[in-house]
Each structure stands twice: as C-alpha cells, then as structure tokens.
C-alpha cells in the first residue's frame, strides 16, 4: 500500500473555490487509479471524482458535474479536485483514495481502493 496525503481544505464562501491536494508516496504512482470521495454528518461515504490510472478517464457524481475536475501530475505524484461554484451541500470531510490498477476504466467503489487518507475538511458558508 501507499501512503496519501491530503491538502488545501478550509471554509469558503457559496460561491468561491477551493483546490484539493493528495500526495502519494510511492514510486510507483502512474500505476494508481486515484478517486476523491466525501462524507458528511450522518451521510455515507460518497464518490466525488475518480480517474484512472493515465489520466484519459474520468468520472464524476451528478451533484458536481460542471463545477469540480480532477486531475494528476505524475511528475509531482499529486491528484488535484479543483472545486469551483461551491455550495453548502459541498461541506464535508474529503478524503483521497488510491488502488492499484491499470485498467482504463475508473473505479467508482470505495471497496476498490485500498488506500486511505485522513481527510481534509471543506465547509462551505452559505
């Protein structure tokens, strides 16, 4: 397994923008299919944003298709979630999930990956 790290939450007016980081330790990161997912009080755990392992795929939950995008940098072994358009709803702990898999699809299942960060909370101000 690999170690991910998330940054780049805070609180933010309806309306602004936020950045998400995660950076994987390994040495091996284009091998990764690489996924944001969130959860809010009392919610379960959901997919955000995925992408797979080159970049060419990706997916994203109806509820933020047009404002958020994911992306990575493997030069850097980083995988963003731009974040424009904010809403209250978007308020939630953000985790960074990693699997090993080079497949060309995006996996949408938190049971498909395998590691974890601590999270990094957004909260969004009406």
């Known amino acids: 397994q690999v170690q991910v790290v998330e940054s780049g939450g805070g609180l933010v007016q309806a309306g602004g923008s936020l950045r998400l980081s995660c950076t994987e330790s390994?040495?091996?990161?284009?091998?990764?299919?690489m996924a944001w997912f969130r959860q809010a009080p009392g919610n379960e755990r959901e997919l955000v944003a995925g992408?797979?392992?080159?970049?060419?795929?990706?997916y994203y939950a109806d509820s933020v298709k047009g404002r958020f995008t994911i992306s990575r940098d493997g030069a850097k072994n980083t995988v963003y979630l731009q974040m424009n358009s904010l809403k209250p709803e978007d308020t939630a702990v953000y985790y960074c999930?990693?699997?090993?898999?080079?497949?060309?699809?995006?996996?949408?299942?938190?049971?498909?990956?395998?590691?974890w960060g601590r999270g990094t909370q957004v909260t969004v101000s009406s």
């Open positions: 390994g040495r091996t990161f284009s091998s990764y299919a």
């Open positions: 992408i797979n392992w080159s970049g060419d795929s990706t």
């Open positions: 999930a990693a699997a090993y898999y080079s497949g060309s699809e995006v996996l949408t299942s938190p049971l498909q990956y395998n590691s």
